[in-house]
């Protein structure tokens, strides 16, 4: 098995401490970055989706948002990965709460914000994309095993794709077993091949599972607060530009990340070939 | 962009609905042309319906040592995999690679939602769960491929696809990616989705289940039912199985359209097609039958009977199965794929259960009956809320396109 190698075009990052991915780079430099409004802005959405999008929708479009708009690529063009370990938790309890009490009264709207792939159905209407998306689950390890689709795709299709990783707070009796303090949400846009655009090299190998320690601070907390904040060893590793994390893809599979700069005379030598 | 696929061999299935459990079950039902619905005897309070209900789930139960996952999803998926010899085939399967090396892809809409319904029906009087419901794992849509992962000894990538109706249709394409780039020798794929409150009155509420058995593709339909279901495929490299029917293709796409209809053109459908007859080096002319995704709703089947007619002459023979088995929604995928390779294997064409009076939409193409036939290329429609189409392409072993 070959190493598997993609290119990071664009990043995006919310949580809220964090409006952005620029804000974890003055985090990880030792200052504290301006909080975000309270919610995402999502400024994707038409303004009248945005007004009626849940939580889970918002968060996800606005981290995609950031990353396409770094990569400078038409999100029509992306195919996506959509990973999320609960969904849309308000609108889980909401259902939940609905059944015991007054199921006749179940809101058709909710109904149809609660499958998994809302978030990515809301992202393809707002930017009229018809290429193939997907919606995937994997708990703790969503985000490693969404980049490992995500990279599958990339490599075996030869095309750019858009990976998102976010999870809302819990809400409701949910939390007990939930556990997400608070939202956390990242994208990535991959391509196959190195170009003008390219911010970072990831080279990735499956490995067996191995015990993760939480980064330290300032992102210890937030690590443990989200079920897709795993992604956080990541995103650090891009602020600095190289070095190596792991990941979960599933209980017993880690994935490997090694993280470097682009090699400038390969882009210039591949516009020539 | 693409190129021609290299077909997978489909080395084991299985299927367990409300036709019955396991292969023979299923081929027995659709022989007989009998359906599998029923009047609605299962959500907490009463709407007026008709479900597709597996019986024997009830009386399943986990093995010993994971009991702790005990839940109807996982005890319809565990009465699934029991069937037709799978675990047999998964354990040979991971002896022959190894643990690591065998994935498991699984398509579910609800996962084991009912358990979290059924905690909310009886929080503790503070409001928390009760001590038997602390059960995170289970309160999450991953339960069901943490559940078969474990319940296969399996070791290597687990995948959760939710993609609503088109979940358990995408997950042969997340396996063919993994085989391609060597990551795998052999994938586990399916899904299991069990009824619920959370389907039966969200579908309610969007006034789609229809209160009599669902007709599909019928002139006067006005519905769908819901059924549920498990089903199981075994992927594998061609070469190691030359006798076993293969995975030739697959196609994806996204309607851009609306959270709850499909395009009004099924252009997202058509693309899906497209891109499975290209991966599959066919033309439209050498797929023999199609398992539409028919669900009986009024959208649906509108566009789904154009795309026939405009994609298909009337040898490509071509129906819904929901009929028999209700729409069982994230496993619908894999049971239609099941169907479709039971056709291939019996040169059985299942008639469209439901359709008695036909929409004058549907081409010649239609089987309103069964039909017996040699059928060498079958293809699967899925398409799920959202916009989130998929469409697979099988064929009998040695068929070369």
């Known amino acids: 098995m070959s190493t598997l190698r993609v290119y990071v075009e664009g990043i995006g990052l919310w949580s809220p401490q964090m409006a952005d991915f620029a804000a974890l780079q003055t985090l990880l430099s030792g200052s504290t970055p301006e909080p975000p409004a309270a919610r995402p802005t999502a400024a994707t959405l038409p303004p009248n989706e945005r007004r009626r999008a849940p939580e889970s929708v918002l968060l996800a479009v606005e981290v995609a948002g950031q990353a396409v708009t770094m990569s400078g690529r038409d999100p029509a063009a992306l195919a996506c990965v959509f990973a999320s370990s609960h969904g849309d938790q308000p609108v889980t309890d909401y259902m939940c709460a609905t059944l015991a009490q007054a199921p006749m009264e179940m809101s058709p709207t909710r109904f149809h914000n609660s499958v998994h792939n809302a978030a990515v159905g809301y992202w393809t209407i707002a930017t009229g994309c018809h290429q193939p ?7 703790r390890a969503s985000f490693g095993a969404g980049l490992l689709e995500a990279v599958t795709q990339v490599i075996a299709d030869r095309r750019p794709v858009l990976l998102v990783g976010s999870d809302t707070r819990s809400s409701g009796p949910l939390a007990e077993v939930t556990h997400c303090e608070q939202p956390f949400g990242c994208a990535l846009v991959l391509a196959p091949e190195a170009s003008a655009s390219t911010l970072a090299v990831l080279e990735l ?22 079920a897709s904040a795993p992604a956080l060893p990541l995103l650090a590793m891009l602020v600095r530009g190289s070095g190596r994390c792991q990941l979960d893809a599933a209980p017993m599979l880690g994935l490997q990340v090694d993280v470097t700069q682009v090699d400038a005379e390969n882009i210039d030598a591949k516009q020539f070939t | 962009m693409r190129n021609l696929m290299t077909p997978l061999a489909v080395t084991a299935y ?3 609905s409300a036709l019955g459990q396991g292969l023979t079950a299923q081929l027995d039902g659709l022989r007989n042309f009998r359906s599998g619905l029923r009047p609605n005897d299962f959500s907490s309070v009463p709407l007026s319906c008709w479900i597709g209900r597996v019986t024997g789930v009830e009386s399943t139960s986990l093995p010993h040592g994971l009991a702790s996952w005990d839940c109807r999803n996982n005890r319809l998926a565990w009465l699934g ?14 002896e022959r690679y190894g643990s690591s090396r065998v994935a498991v892809l699984l398509g579910t809409s609800t996962s084991s939602i009912g358990a979290s319904e059924e905690t909310y029906r009886r929080l503790d009087p503070d409001g928390g769960f009760p001590d038997d419901m602390l059960r995170p794992l289970l309160h999450a849509p991953h339960s069901l491929v943490a559940f078969v992962t474990a319940a296969l000894a399996l070791e290597g990538p687990g995948l959760t696809v939710s993609t609503a109706c088109s979940s358990s249709a995408k997950v042969f394409a997340n396996a063919e990616r993994m085989i391609r780039l060597g990551l795998i020798d052999a994938a586990v794929v399916g899904g299991v989705d069990t009824l619920c409150d959370s389907v039966l009155f969200g579908f309610n509420a969007l006034e789609l289940i229809s209160p009599a058995a669902c007709r599909p593709f019928d002139a006067t339909r006005d519905g769908i039912s819901i059924g549920e279901a498990a089903g199981f495929a075994l992927l594998e490299r061609a070469d190691t199985a030359p006798q076993a029917p293969q995975l030739l293709g697959y196609g994806e796409s996204t309607d851009a359209h609306h959270m709850s209809t499909p395009h009004p053109e099924g252009l997202g459908a058509e693309l899906a097609l497209n891109d499975a007859l290209e991966r599959a080096g066919l033309q439209p002319s050498q797929v023999d039958y199609i398992n ?9 089947d509108e566009v789904e009977a154009a795309l026939v007619s405009r994609a298909f002459a009337g040898g490509t023979r071509a129906s819904s199965t929901k009929g028999f088995t209700g729409h069982t929604l994230g496993a619908a995928g894999i049971v239609e794929a099941v169907i479709a390779l039971l056709a291939i294997k019996h ?3 299942p008639g469209n259960l439901g359709g008695d009076t036909p929409d004058p939409r549907c081409s010649d193409s239609f089987a ?29 072993a040695g068929f070369s396109a």
């Open chain 1, 133 to 139: 998306s997907t919606a995937i689950a994997a708990m």
């Open chain 2, 81 to 94: 995999l029991n069937q037709d010899g799978f675990l047999d085939q998964v354990r040979a399967a991971r």
């Open chain 2, 347 to 349: 040169g059985l064409v």
């Open chain 2, 292 to 300: 539409l995704h028919g669900t009986a709703s009024l959208k649906n």
């Open chain 2, 368 to 396: 309103w009956r069964n039909e017996q036939q040699q059928i060498d290329v079958a293809l699967s429609n899925s398409f799920g809320f959202g916009g989130n189409n998929a469409c697979l392409a099988f064929a009998r």
């Open chain 1, 205 to 226: 190998e499956l490995t067996p599972g191995l015990p993760l320690t939480p980064p330290d601070p300032p992102l210890a907390v937030a690590y443990l607060s989200n």
């Open chain 2, 14 to 16: 299985t299927a367990t």
